[in-house]
């Protein structure tokens, strides 16, 4: 089991002939996942340098591919409009890697999404992977463990990258296993949060414990330790990053600002801690935290 | 992006606000006659820096005659500012702006901000103006009330209606605030802020028969960086003189880089690792001297650019480089910290921590090269501790 995505999830990619849509489809096929074609305006009928066919639209596409996931590499100026055309074209699940959209453009997107009944996740983030299934994204494959009938297993969500792949492999140095693990990214208005997804980890069978990383700017973990008080049973690790950030300054993610006195990670940590959830102090504490909850250490 | 007060307002202007006269100098020279174009009387004369705290400092004054604007504007224009939010060498002013003084009645708060956890914008109302909103909020919640921007629609006018109500105004009051509280809420959804404020509005007395008047008298205008690109004019109201000159000259090499008080520097990869890098340098007793996030795709350019942005801050006695490779090959990083060591040099302690794509290679490539003031580090832990010892 995993949640969102394995490996019967039909992916298409957004600018597959681009820069970083073309290097990342690669490693994307490399790890295994199903990618089925891409899309490009103005290049239908031709193929990626990967073999895959490449649609004017993302009609086309879903059409002949049958496609439900998009993994879009738009640059900020048409992200949105990409997205926008993924979900009216049925695509379920759209995960949005693009660093720079305006929040404003997120704003309008992520109504017309929930009007549509479609999934985001992004933008701005690392994407999602199911370990030995699924990589729809740009963290490197090769640091997860999958998981399976005899593994512990973690499931995480994360608000930045890096220190994402710093946790995961943390686990898989001491052979804790991810079901799956998504990175939700570092903008102020965004698909996926930690709610949704701690709600899909906790009926996820496979799933023992979760790591929640979060990072000062807004109230999403805040909201996430009252949602774990009275939802979710499983054993909770979280980090937050940015103790030592100044206020009223924007530390390279646009979400990560401390601004009106809110979003300190002093806020988030004690809410989190009031809920029980075990926080690590250190970002180099992880892994072990969820040794210890998961009986390994 | 910030703005001065003198480009939000006229950013109102051009949105249709009613904004008082005013004018603005770069030169007391200029007092005289900028006084008298606003008419004389009593007026107020205003520093144009971002920083906040200017009342206090002395830098918003009220004068009566022309030498009394020449007077302070050139005491102002001499002299840093130093207030509460500049640290103790204080800003410079370049531009002073000389508006006429009104007589208050009553003042308001007028705000939009980004509601996160809603993803919708919210015009915030208080009859509390003229101080910190932030301060009204902790104090007295109820007395802000809110109105959310529906997505699509807009803000509508019975939601206008509802604020203008909630502050209490009547007739053609609340006419003139629906007014200037539409021109907000347009400014703010086309050139993209993430703060659009007047504080205060203000109804000025009723004078010689003249019944009071609604007024913007303070604006402050922040934009979304990510949406710069679409407008070329607020792009040309920054002003580089207001900003770190390291942070500007990182940003032409991609690189995030944020000056902080401490001693030693970092650079690390991904913005969350950055910050989780300062912060267990704080837990192992150490004081980070920047967060610096050298991104995903960083070139050997790049990277040798950010050792030259942190070897150029003098506070610097130690540098912790953190990457754990994903999309950033640590071969690269190694190759720019080589490059750096024979091109800047070190002269102060280097602890390099690297893990992930290439770190065989980038290990050998710092191991052939036999840099003195380099040290490795075997995990994060391991990093902080030995460049906190190292300062």
Known sequence: MAILVDKTTKVITHGITGKAGSFHTKQCLEYGTQFVGGVVPGKGGTKSEHGLPVFNNAFDAVKATGATCSMIFVPPGGAVDATMEAAAAGIKLIVLITEGVPTMDMVRCKKYLNDAGVTLIGPNCPGIITPGQAKIGIMPGYIHKPANGTTKNIGLISRSGTLTYEAVWQCTTRNIAQTTCVGIGGDPVKGLNFIELLGMFEKDPQTHAIIMIGEIGGTDEEAAADFIKKNVKKPVVSFIAGRTAPPGRRMGHAGAIISGGQGTAESKIAALKSAGIHVADSPADIGAKVATVLGMA | ?391
């Open chain 2, 1 to 391: 992006m910030k703005v001065h007060e003198y480009q939000a307002r006229q950013l109102l202007q051009a949105a249709g606000a009613a904004v008082p006269r005013f004018e603005v100098i770069d030169s007391a020279d200029q007092a005289a006659s900028a006084y008298q174009k606003i008419g004389g009387g009593q007026v107020v004369v205003k520093a144009q820096v971002h920083a906040g705290g200017r009342g206090k400092a002395g830098y918003v004054v009220l004068c009566n005659n022309p030498k009394d604007v020449e007077e302070n504007s050139r005491r102002m224009l001499a002299n840093p500012m130093v207030s509460k939010q500049t640290g103790s060498q204080g800003v410079q002013v370049r531009k002073i702006l000389i508006a006429p003084a009104v007589e208050i009645d009553k003042e308001y708060y007028v705000g939009m901000v980004l509601d996160r956890a809603r993803s919708a914008p919210v015009v915030m109302v208080s009859k509390e103006g003229g101080v910190e909103i932030e301060e009204v909020a902790a104090k007295n919640p109820d007395a802000i009330i809110k109105e959310w921007m529906h997505p699509h629609l807009g803000l509508q006018d019975f939601q206008l209606r509802k604020l203008t109500n909630a502050l209490g105004l009547e007739g053609d009051h609340a006419k003139a605030a629906a007014k200037i509280m539409s021109a907000l809420a347009k400014i703010f959804i086309e050139k993209d802020c993430s703060l659009a404020e007047i504080n205060p509005l203000v109804l000025t007395k009723a004078a010689n028969g003249k019944p009071g008047e609604i007024l913007a008298i303070d604006a402050k205008f922040n934009f979304d960086d990510n949406a710069l690109f679409r407008h070329a004019d607020i792009q040309a109201m920054f002003d580089p003189t207001e900003e770190n000159p390291h942070e500007i000259r990182a940003q032409k090499f991609n690189l995030s880089y944020i000056a902080l008080d401490g001693n030693i520097g970092c650079l690390v990869n991904g913005a969350g690792l950055a910050m989780s890098t300062m912060d267990i340098i704080k837990l192992h007793g150490g004081e980070p001297a920047n967060f610096l996030d050298v991104g995903g795709s960083v070139t050997p350019e790049g990277a040798v650019e950010a050792f030259r942005i942190i070897l150029s801050d003098p506070k610097v006695k130690g540098i912790l480089v953190n990457i754990f490779g994903g999309i950033a090959k640590c071969d690269v990083i190694a190759e720019a910290l080589i490059h750096a060591a024979k091109e800047v040099g070190f002269k102060v302690p280097v602890v390099v921590r690297l893990e992930g794509t290439n770190v065989d290679r980038a290990r050998q490539l710092l191991a052939e090269a036999k840099i003195p003031q380099i040290t490795t580090a075997t995990d994060l832990t391991d990093a902080a501790k030995k460049v906190c010892a190292a300062v």
